[in-house]
């Protein structure tokens, strides 16, 4: 098999590149199931069965936060969390490219690739 040269890495880095730059809104976090009261006195909630709902966690300083995600919003949400982890994932392939790209460059400056 050849080995890899720092042209084709470096064209492998532009296109992941390119892709982040189709970049949609996004948001961090986890959307998480909860079962809630409503505080109405004379709801079904107070005695029994819990009404259904999503919360978005997130760490800030070390604490964890919530906001409630409203139901017609949902879909909106989970899109926006699903394009943060394309984000995230791109960032760490550029990443290893970058890394790549330095190892080969000292390999091939040390004379041990031609």
Same mark, same amino acid.
């Given at each position: 098999? %050849? *080995? +890899?040269?720092?042209?084709?890495?470096?064209?492998?880095?532009?296109?992941?590149?390119?892709?982040?730059?189709?970049?949609?809104?996004?948001?961090?976090?986890?959307?998480? *199931?909860? !079962?809630?009261?409503?505080?109405? *006195?004379?709801?079904?909630?107070?005695?029994?069965?819990?009404?259904?709902?999503?919360?978005?966690?997130?760490?800030? %300083?070390?604490?964890?936060?919530? +906001?409630?995600? *409203?139901? #017609?919003?949902? #879909?909106?949400?989970?899109?926006?969390?699903?394009?943060?982890?394309? +984000?995230?994932?791109?960032? !760490?392939?550029?990443?290893?490219?970058?890394?790549?790209?330095?190892?080969?460059?000292? !390999?091939?400056?040390?004379?041990? +690739?031609?």
């Amino acid at each position: 098999m %050849k *080995p +890899i040269s720092i042209i084709e890495l470096r064209a492998q880095r532009q296109q992941k590149l390119l892709e982040l730059a189709k970049v949609q809104p996004f948001i961090a976090g986890s959307l998480v *199931p909860v !079962r809630i009261r409503c505080d109405k *006195p004379s709801c079904h909630c107070v005695d029994g069965e819990r009404h259904e709902a999503v919360i978005l966690t997130k760490k800030v %300083k070390g604490r964890s936060t919530s +906001i409630h995600v *409203p139901q #017609a919003m949902l #879909a909106e949400v989970e899109a926006w969390q699903e394009e943060h982890k394309r +984000i995230k994932k791109l960032m !760490r392939e550029i990443s290893a490219l970058g890394e790549k790209i330095i190892r080969l460059h000292v !390999r091939t400056a040390r004379g041990k +690739i031609r």
